[in-house]
């Protein structure tokens, strides 16, 4: 019986698909339907920017072409405009960048 996993996605894994889509006319809509992308269960947003528009990319692949995305957690989250002001600006931590979103 085989075990292994499916080869994990890696940015550079979906310029060929996106240039094709985006070059013969199925576009996004059809880049977006394609299995590797619907695995990995992405908004749509995130999707289109990061693998569809930075598909050609070399800068963005040279600094994330390391990543293994289905390591990637990416989900909308709705906030209320008043949890939005409520939030300490003038905090230090808050103008520290998180660490846990970085990759």
């Known amino acids: 019986m085989n075990t292994a996993s499916p080869k994990a996605p890696y940015p550079a894994d979906f310029v060929e698909n996106a240039t094709r889509c985006s070059e013969q006319g199925g576009g996004f809509t059809e880049f977006l339907g394609s299995s590797d992308v619907v695995r990995l269960q992405w908004p749509t947003d995130f999707v289109e920017q990061w693998l569809y528009d930075h598909a050609g990319n070399r800068k963005f692949l040279t600094d994330y072409g390391h ?29 520290q960048r ?3 979103h970085l990759i």
Do not use: A, Y
């Open 67 to 95: 990543v293994d995305l289905t390591q990637i957690d990416c989900r909308v989250e709705t906030l209320s405009v008043k949890l939005l002001i409520e939030i300490p600006r003038d905090q230090p931590e808050f103008n």
């Open 98 to 100: 998180p660490t846990s």
